[in-house]
Antibody, heavy 121, light 107 residues
Framework: EVQVLESGGGSAQPGGSLTLSCGASGFAFSTYAMAWVRQAPGKGLYWVSAISGSGGSTYYTDSVKGRFTISRDGSKNTLYLQMNGLRVEDTAIYYC??????????????WGQGALVTVSS | IVLTQSPGTLSLSPGERATLSCRASQSVSSSSLAWYQQKPGQAPRLLIYGASSRATGIPDRFSGSGSGADFTLTISRLEPEDFAVYYCQQYGSAPNTFGQGTKLEIK
C-alpha cells in the first residue's frame, strides 16, 4: 500500500525557518517524482515545489524561489522541504504528494495527510 | 494557465446527477487535466487524470470528459459520500495550476 506521511510542521516567526519531512513507503521511491502542495486556511490548492525521482531536477513556484529548498534521500525514502525566510502568507497545510508525469508536468496520485505550518509574530 | 471552475457551489440530492465544469484560459496540452475530491479535514484524492481516465479504486459513477480548454466532471448518481469539494488541475504546461474548487453540497 502506497503511503506518504508528513512531519515537522509547527509555528515560526516571520523570517524564520522550518523543515518538513515526508516518509514514503509501499512503492519504489527513487523512481517517482515527489511534490509539495499547500492549502492556506479555507482556500484552494497551490503547487509549491517538485523534485525528480533522481533528485537531479527541482522546480519551484515563483513565490518561494530562493527561500524554499526541496530535496530527497533515497536511502531513507524521505522527501524534505527546507523553508527559510518564512512569511505570514506561507501559513498553510503542506501536503506531500507522489507525482505522475514528466518534467514538472505532474499530477498527484497519492497524498499525505498534511502538515500545518503557521507563520505569525 | 488559469482554471475557472463553475459553479462555485452546487446543491443536489443523493441520486441526482452532478456536472462540474473546469474552463482553462488557454488550451490544455494533451488533455493533461486531473480532478480531485477533498472532504473536510482530509487530503485531496485523485479521481481522474488525462481528462477521462479514472484513478485506481475510483467508482465508475465518476467520469471525466473534455478537451482543449473545456472539461467536465460528471457524477452519474450521487452517493452521500460524494458531497465534498472538487478541484481540477492542469499539468500540460508548467507550472501546473489548480482551479478554485466547486463545493458539492446536499440539498
Amino acid at each position: 500500500e502506497v503511503q506518504v506521511l508528513e512531519s515537522g510542521g509547527g509555528s515560526a516567526q516571520p523570517g524564520g525557518s522550518l523543515t518538513l519531512s515526508c516518509g514514503a513507503s509501499g512503492f519504489a521511491f527513487s523512481t517517482y517524482a515527489m511534490a509539495w502542495v499547500r492549502q492556506a486556511p479555507g482556500k484552494g490548492l497551490y503547487w509549491v515545489s517538485a523534485i525528480s525521482g533522481s533528485g537531479g531536477s527541482t522546480y519551484y513556484t515563483d513565490s518561494v524561489k530562493g527561500r524554499f529548498t526541496i530535496s530527497r534521500d533515497g536511502s531513507k525514502n524521505t522527501l524534505y522541504l527546507q523553508m527559510n525566510g518564512l512569511r505570514v502568507e506561507d501559513t498553510a497545510i503542506y501536503y506531500c504528494a507522489r507525482c505522475s508525469g514528466t518534467k514538472n508536468r505532474y499530477y498527484f496520485d497519492y497524498w499525505g495527510q498534511g502538515a500545518l505550518v503557521t507563520v505569525s509574530s | 494557465i488559469v482554471l475557472t471552475q463553475s459553479p462555485g457551489t452546487l446543491s443536489l440530492s443523493p441520486g441526482e446527477r452532478a456536472t462540474l465544469s473546469c474552463r482553462a484560459s488557454q488550451s490544455v496540452s494533451s488533455s493533461s487535466l486531473a480532478w480531485y475530491q477533498q472532504k473536510p479535514g482530509q487530503a485531496p484524492r485523485l479521481l481522474i487524470y488525462g481528462a477521462s481516465s479514472r484513478a485506481t479504486g475510483i467508482p465508475d459513477r465518476f467520469s471525466g470528459s473534455g478537451s482543449g480548454a473545456d472539461f467536465t466532471l460528471t457524477i452519474s448518481r450521487l452517493e452521500p459520500e460524494d458531497f465534498a469539494v472538487y478541484y481540477c488541475q492542469q499539468y500540460g504546461s508548467a507550472p501546473n495550476t489548480f482551479g478554485q474548487g466547486t463545493k458539492l453540497e446536499i440539498k
